[in-house]
């Protein structure tokens, strides 16, 4: 990777140029790209702070404000004494990122997942433009439920851009015995780093009273999420149908 040009480094603080980024953010997009290239690899230790500012010619607290932000973004992991680590979802602390439903006692337990359906189809028109693909392009679609303590809570509907998971299957699924963005991250390349979500309040149909076992009209919580890779390109539609008899939604704000 190139130094940070001489000129853009050099720009002062009160330029009035609509290009203009303040130099760590400037450091921050390197290591971005680098992280997105796949130089360094999720769950890999990162060169140091001194090592990239030699790398590109910057001082040591620009290089240590851009991890902060890249900290803060969940992409990197710092752990004391140790250095910076490329986050990956293969981790523990990761699992429960994205999955907010929180148990109403006790810790967040990790769930049993049941695969009903893992099939490539054309996309919907709506799957397409939240996915920003074409509409027809190949999706794979995958339907499951998750269920804790035996207890079937969350019924999920997946749509994946089939071009970028190429060869993922029900069994594939089923023999991997970690959380779903671990598979995604390591034998598809592709990680989740952000997502937006919609929540909504409905009443289960016949379809969510059954794999839920549920009664048909009970209030249930709808999530639909979109899920982000790097460069804010969609790569998975979420939908989940969740079950509130024994949890709750956890929402952190700040």
Request: hydrophobic share 40%; aromatic share 8%.
């Amino acid at each position: 990777m190139n130094p940070v040009p001489s000129n853009q480094a050099s720009e002062p603080a009160g330029s009035a140029s609509p290009s203009f980024r303040p130099l760590y953010q400037q450091i921050k997009a390197l290591i971005t790209q680098s992280l997105q290239s796949g130089e360094w690899k999720p769950g890999e230790l990162m060169p140091s702070e001194v090592e990239l500012a030699g790398r590109f010619k910057v001082s040591q607290g620009t290089v240590r404000k851009a991890i902060d932000e890249l900290a803060a973004e969940n992409l990197v992991v710092r752990r004391q004494g140790k250095g910076t680590f490329v986050a990956t979802h293969a981790e523990e602390r990761a699992h429960f990122r994205f999955l907010r439903l929180m148990p109403d006692e006790g810790l967040p337990q990790h769930s049993d997942s049941r695969f009903v359906e893992v099939k490539r189809i054309r996309a919907p028109a709506e799957v397409a433009r939240l996915l920003e693909l074409k509409s027809g392009d190949a999706v794979v679609y995958i339907k499951r439920v998750l269920s804790f303590e035996g207890q079937p809570t969350i019924l999920e509907e997946l749509w994946l851009p089939g071009q970028l998971f190429k060869g993922l299957s029900a069994e594939r699924l089923v023999e991997y015995k970690g959380p779903m963005y671990g598979l995604f991250e390591s034998e598809f390349g592709t990680r989740m780093i952000r997502a937006t979500e919609k929540i909504r309040a409905v009443t289960a149909d016949a379809s969510a009273s059954e794999f839920l076992k549920v009664a048909e009209g009970t209030p249930l919580l709808c999530a639909e999420r979109v899920s982000f890779t790097y460069g804010d390109k969609a790569v998975e539609l979420r939908r989940g149908l969740y079950s509130t008899a024994n949890h709750h939604y956890l929402s952190e704000l700040s």
